[in-house]
């Protein structure tokens, strides 16, 4: 019976205690954010969506030369190399697998032309497999930045090579 | 040591020296690097190449020897007794990264582009020995023509080589293998200094039937070829090792695959001393693009009501087994038949042998399509030279080689190279017989043009100038004269059209010669009249006794023509192989045994209803096309397996696609009689069956398994492979008959028919890279006769004999020098055996313009 009393005194005069703290937070900034509405932004070395750049004469920078996918830890890049019109080597197929993709970065390492660099986004979804194949096309996109940042590492890498971009 | 004394070198035949601390006992002769190498010590080479007279180019196979004030070259120091060899010091390694900083300087360092990546030397032993860095702080010399193909700085200097000049560290290695090796002149070093740049000879292209091999030994990436440009990266291959299909040497070859795209990507050699040295003749490089190619066939296809339709293998067995069934109850089973193709794997041979004789009893089957009047039987002479051992390796310490009736570049190219080998290294004296003008006599003492179909005078010339100037021993040479027409060297000297003092030279070194290679070939093999040149050699091999002190031989010519001799393929196998099938089978049918040419003629009379071909395509190659055609077109039944639809197919009831080489594992023995493995590379594609597979198949129709197991198929091969099939020679000298040669009058020239350097038999047509050095039909001729024809290089040239005539465009020769006119057979396009007439020794054409 005592306990009884006992543990209805406790509802009735701790419980508003602990709306207190929800209380304090109603006048706090919120840690969550809107979204999909909002978007938070990303630390500047994040690893996301692969981006492939291209020459400022507009030609790809990627010679399919393979060593991202020979880094790649996951086994994720698929490609294969042709000739383009003026002989030189390209890719006719680069698809990523972002299933498999871990995110580590190490294509971008491995990439002796500076082609393939990791963005900032992060939002994969899909209604199927197959669309997570990430192709040549979906990431010779211009960066969604005017200032593109790649290219300030591009002319860093460069630099410290002592070579300049012949296009 | 033992103190064996080298009469050459008057001192010690070894050598022992010390190399980092360890002693080694080498040859006399062996250079520095070769003694290291033997005891697996490995110092880096660019420019050394074992098949190569060394030059030291590069300068990165640097030692150290005591005693010597700087560092010495390797690959190109002859081992001393006592010296005193560092590999590995701090002097060492400084000159080594000295040379790899200095090699890099005017390198482009463009490995992501480069096909070489991953297997280049220059990258390696830059990982390995280089700097991180360059000290060269000006602009990299870079090589810009006007006609250069691409930005890469690529240029085309042949229909499969591309050159980047940039890459090139002039090593020098195929500039050395092109003269040294192959003989060829179309790639040199030119200018001098920072500018020295390899490349075609002005005006040529680089499209020798070796060409493939320069690639392959580019230690970088200034070679590459379009077979392999852009497609894969190596470190993505695997390799299996496997033979060529393509050359009866067997050439040891490895595969560069794919698994799940299930494709072969490249070929490159599996080096095997006793065989190939290492080198590839461009049809066994290229030649897997026919298995890679799409126009394969794909499923089975029925001939329904005129048109053969795509149908299920188990339609097609069904067929199979009515309509064969059908005959062999109306007529018999001897009225079915069958031809095989030589370049089938001896599992697919035998069983299609013990298919035919155990559940048809016939013995009507043969593995040679491309002969004229072939035996029946092995019991006369041409079989015994064709039985004779051989080794190709026995080529290289031969000091005398005689080439006769061949033309070796366009048939065994291998060898073509050995023998070359052999004048280049020994200073073999080479002599070349042959009807008409060939490459071979480059390196030849003395080249002799007989008159067209006079071979067997030739040789009986040869054993004449021999009696006559009594040069041999041998003891009842007395008798020869009575057994050969004429019976004196002048006469048959003029007969043939060699001047007898030429004949005396040969004679001369074929009996002082310590060491005789003899290799006589396809013109021999092809010619109407094989048995008497044959017994003429017979007399020749008795009198100077050549089989005792060297060898002679027919070279056989496709892939597997040696086992099929050995498997009994043939319808009258060897005595001795006989009787271990009738073990083995318990019981040989005793029906009558046709040969390629009797059952086509039998065919022509409706006796043979019924007839299976696998691998083989006749009606292009055998002799006479019409008369196949018209052979084939009457049996009622007809099963046709091939990679692809060909001319034969398409005569076919049934056309089964048949599995190539790279896609089941098989042993092929070549033509020194050497049993080699080709291990399985790819599934079979689309919907074909290895030989074997199909015919198991098709006995299962029968309710006559051929095996029980695989096993059981291999251990009844293994007993069949041990038979000797040597026969002996005959006793004393044999009879050397006058052939019977019809002249055509209006018809002057005599035709050839070959096959191109760069293709061989009815499919290397289907390999693109093979199309790009020659795709098309050619009439070969001596330029004084296109001139007296007043034709020139390309013009379309009509061919005619008395019962057939194309139209194909002029090629000048280089050598060539008499009436003779060569025509490659490998061309759909260009049905030349539509020219030939059967049972002729001598195919004679005339020749005239298109007008335009
Ligand atoms: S980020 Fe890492 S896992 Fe993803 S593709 Fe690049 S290397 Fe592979
Ligand atoms: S992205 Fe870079 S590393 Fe990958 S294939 Fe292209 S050039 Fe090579
Ligand atoms: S092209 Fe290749 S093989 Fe020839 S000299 Fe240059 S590096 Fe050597
Ligand atoms: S390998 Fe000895 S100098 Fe080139």
Redesign the pocket.
């Known amino acids: 019976m005592k306990d009884i009393l006992k543990a209805i005194g406790r509802a009735v005069f701790k419980t508003p205690l602990g709306f207190l703290v929800t209380l304090k937070y109603i006048f706090k900034k919120p840690v969550t954010l809107d979204y999909p509405r909002k978007k938070k932004p990303m630390a500047p070395r994040y690893r996301g969506k692969h981006y492939l750049e291209r020459y400022d004469d507009g030609t790809e920078r990627c010679v399919c030369c393979g060593l991202c996918a020979a880094a790649c830890p996951a086994d994720a890049i698929y490609m294969e190399p042709e000739e383009n019109e003026n002989g030189e080597r390209r890719a006719k197929i680069y698809e990523i697998n972002l299933l498999r993709c871990i995110f580590c970065g190490f294509c971008e390492e491995a990439c002796p032309e500076e082609a393939i660099f990791l963005g900032q986004e992060y939002e994969f979804s899909n209604y199927d497999r197959n669309s997570f194949i990430y192709t040549k096309d979906e990431m010779l996109v211009p960066h969604p930045r005017k200032d593109n940042p790649f290219k300030r590492i591009i002319r860093r890498v460069r630099r410290v090579y002592g070579v300049e971009d012949t296009k | 040591m033992a103190d064996k004394q080298n009469p050459e070198t008057g001192g010690q035949a070894t050598v022992t020296l010390t190399i980092d601390g360890l002693t080694v006992t080498v040859p006399r002769g062996y250079t520095v690097l070769e003694a290291a190498r033997s005891i697996g010590i490995n110092i880096p080479t660019?420019?050394w190449h074992p098949k190569l007279k060394p030059v030291g180019a590069c300068r990165i196979c640097y030692v150290e020897i005591e005693k010597f004030p700087k560092l010495q070259v390797s690959c190109a120091t002859v081992a001393m007794d006592g010296m005193v060899v560092h590999t590995n010091t701090d002097q060492v390694k400084n000159g080594r990264r000295a040379v790899l900083e200095f090699i890099l300087l005017n390198h482009p360092l463009d490995c992501p582009t480069c096909d070489k990546g991953g297997e280049c030397d220059l990258q390696n032993l830059t990982f390995a020995h280089g700097l991180d860095d360059s000290r060269f702080a000006f602009q990299k010399y870079r090589f810009v023509d006007d006609d250069m193909t691409t930005t890469f700085d690529d240029k085309r200097i042949g229909p499969e080589i591309i050159?980047n000049r940039n890459?090139?560290?002039?090593?020098?290695?195929?500039?050395r293998a092109n003269k040294e090796a192959f003989g060829e002149y179309d790639l040199g070093?030119y200018e001098r200094g920072n500018i020295t740049e390899?490349n075609a000879a002005p005006g040529r292209q680089v499209a020798n039937p070796f060409s493939g091999n320069?690639v392959e030994?580019?230690?970088?990436g200034?070679?590459t070829n379009t077979d392999w440009r852009y497609k894969i990266r190596v470190w993505l291959t695997k390799t299996t090792p496997s033979i060529c299909n393509f050359s009866s040497s067997g050439t040891n070859i490895l595969f560069y695959k794919e698994d799940h795209k299930n494709k072969i990507y490249r070929v490159t050699s599996r080096r095997n001393d006793d065989i190939d040295d290492g080198w590839l003749a461009d049809i066994t490089r290229y030649s897997y693009q026919v298995i890679t190619s799409d126009e394969r066939l794909i499923k089975p296809l029925i001939k329904k009501e005129g048109k053969q339709v795509p149908a299920t293998w188990e339609e097609a067995l069904e067929v199979i087994k009515k309509r064969l069934n059908e005959i062999k109850d109306k007529k018999g089973g001897v009225c079915i038949g069958g031809l095989a193709s030589p370049s089938l794997d001896n599992a697919s041979l035998y069983s299609f042998a013990k298919f035919l004789r155990r559940t048809f009893n016939s013995n009507k089957l043969d593995y040679r399509q491309d002969y004229r009047m072939l035996p029946k039987d092995t019991a006369n002479n041409y079989s015994i030279l064709a039985s004779q051992p051989f080794k190709i390796a026995g080529i290289d310490d031969s000091d005398v080689i005689v080439t006769f009736a061949t033309d070796l570049l366009r048939e065994h190219q291998n060898e073509y190279l050995r023998v070359r080998k052999a004048f280049n290294f020994k200073k073999a004296r080479i002599f070349v017989a042959n009807p008409y003008a060939v490459k071979t006599a480059d390196v030849a003492e003395l080249e002799m043009v007989y008159k067209v179909g006079t071979d067997e005078i030739f040789i009986n010339a040869v054993c004449l100038a021999a009696l006559e100037e009594n040069l041999v021993a041998c003891p009842d040479r007395a008798d020869l004269k009575k057994k050969i027409k004429p019976s004196s060297l002048k006469d048959a000297a003029e007969q043939c059209g060699v001047a007898p003092e030429t004949i005396k030279i040969m004679a001369r070194a074929l009996a002082e010669g310590k060491k005789v290679t003899f290799i006589a070939g396809e013109l021999l093999t092809r010619c109407r009249d094989r048995e008497i040149i044959a017994s003429a050699l017979c007399n020749l091999n008795r009198l100077f006794g050549l089989n005792r002190k060297g060898q002679i031989a027919v070279l056989a010519r496709y892939a597997n023509s040696m086992g099929a001799v050995k498997l009994g393929i043939s319808p009258e196998p060897v005595p001795a192989l006989k009787k271990e099938l009738e073990k083995i089978w318990s019981g040989l049918p005793d029906t009558e045994a046709y040969n390629t040419d009797t059952m086509l003629v039998h065919m022509k009379k409706e006796e043979i209803n019924g007839f299976i071909i696998m691998g083989a395509n006749p009606v292009m190659l055998y002799p006479d096309r019409e008369f196949v055609k018209e052979s084939l077109e009457k049996l009622d039944f007809l099963v046709v397996c091939d990679l692809y639809e060909t001319e034969t197919t398409a005569l076919a009831d049934v056309v089964l696609p048949l599995a190539g080489w790279a896609e089941y594992a098989g042993d092929y023995i070549n033509l020194e009689g050497c049993r080699q493995h080709a291990e399985q590379a790819l599934k079979p594609r689309f919907e074909a069956y290895p030989g074997y597979e199909i015919l198991e198949m098709i006995a299962d129709k029968f309710e006559k398994k051929l095996f029980s197991s695989t096993e059981e198929r291999e251990s009844e091969i293994d007993r069949l492979l041990k038979v000797d099939t040597t026969l002996p020679w005959p006793d004393g000298f044999v009879e050397v008959k006058t052939a019977e040669i019809e002249i055509e009058k209006d018809y002057p020239l005599a035709l050839f028919l070959c096959d191109d350097p760069h293709h061989c038999g009815h499919l290397t047509e289907k390999a693109n890279s093979l199309v790009n050095f020659c795709g098309e039909a050619y009439i070969e001729m001596a330029e004084e006769q296109a001139r007296a024809y007043n034709l020139n290089e390309g013009d379309s040239v009509r061919l005619e004999s008395p019962i057939g005539k194309i139209i194909v465009p002029l090629k000048i020769s280089e050598h060539l020098d008499n009436q003779v006119v060569l025509v490659p057979r490998n061309f759909t396009s260009h049905p030349v055996t539509s020219l030939l007439m059967r049972k002729r020794r001598i195919d004679w054409v005339r020749i005239s313009k298109v007008a335009e």
């Open positions: 660019f420019c050159l890459r090139c560290i002039l090593c020098y290695k195929c500039v070093a390899i320069l030994i580019c230690p970088v200034a070679l």
